[in-house]
């Protein structure tokens, strides 16, 4: 008997704190989807979480669209994933390959630099990088956060150098005998065995960009080069905020995010739970 009880308040336990942590994760998106259909004054005087009045209310998204010019936000944001992702990817899975696949006198100073550069917050270095950036003459153009964003970090390194562990070198070898090159192998045995690992560090670098506020903000500050994240700041006056405006921008800019997930979802869960190769 006190063990059924005993299984009882486990399970209790179990699923009350996951749906209490649902709770905690879904309010705020909840009570911004709501704002997002209301008036101002209903905004100002209603609770958070009460429904709004009317759900057929588009117009706050319609001037968060277009006043906001949000199109110009999600173009230059993109501009940027782009760059910043093929960038991540294949600088990542270049350094990974070789860490993995080659003895070299530096290899684990080259791992201590990366995990030394992840360590330093990024912005005690922005006075030097700014300086060089400015220097470089790209200062508020989109080639200076295109820069910064190339590199891959250490996690993404690593996610790499995991998968590359599950592939036996045995095909690099077998490779070598039909006379492929290091870079052949690279690009035609071992990249399309790496998928996985690629949409994983490919999420993780777009949710990056998307919301870095930082670095658009400080070397991308003209009107015409906002990204998303800078574009919502600009919803904020100094003397009266539109809450629903940027409730409803804030729910537009989520929608790509959620495509993508479902998208790239079964490649990130097999990045996670397999290394297996065809």
Known sequence: MMKIIKEILVKVFKYGSLILWSLVILLPILTIFFGSFKTYDEFMNTPGIMPPENFLNFENYKIAF???KMLVGFTNTFILILFGVIGSIIIGSMVAYIINRFNFKYKKLILA???LVSIVPMEVSQVSTFKIID???IYNTRLAPIILYLGADVLMVYIYLQMLEKI???LDRAAMLEGANYFQIYTKVI???IKPATATVCMMKVIAIYNDFYIPFLYMPGENLN???TT????MGPLKTEWQLISAAIIISMIPMIILYLFLQKHIYQSITSGSIK
């Not at 919502?232 to 919803?235: D, E, I, T, W």
């Open 66 to 68: 277009i006043n906001g």
């Open 168 to 170: 036996p070198i045995e």
């Open 232 to 235: 919502l700041f600009r919803f």
């Open 191 to 193: 990249f399309p065995l």
């Open 135 to 137: 220097a470089m003459g």
């Open 113 to 115: 630099m990366y995990l």
């Open 227 to 229: 990204t998303i994240s």
